[in-house]
């Protein structure tokens, strides 16, 4: 990948739904950060729980305890 390549970028048009929009939006707020932001984050994230998925790893959320409180499903 030659430098030029590296920003190249390409514009993506989105549909959403008012309530997504909202959520996006609250994400950054949150984050500190933009719309871009809260989108190439979920994106990352998606793609470590989809390639952990395939090598038969789990998602999980544990509390301060290392104690399970949820299993991510679905990915």
Do not use: C, F
């Amino acid at each position: 990948m030659t430098s030029e390549d590296q920003y190249q970028r390409i514009q993506l048009n989105l549909d959403l739904s008012p309530e997504l929009y909202e959520t996006i939006n609250n994400l950054g707020k949150q984050m500190n950060g933009d719309q871009v932001e809260v989108l190439l984050k979920a994106i990352a994230l998606l793609e470590i729980a989809v390639e952990a998925k395939q090598k038969g790893k789990h998602l999980w959320i544990l509390d301060d305890n290392q104690n399970l409180e949820t299993e991510i499903l679905g990915i």
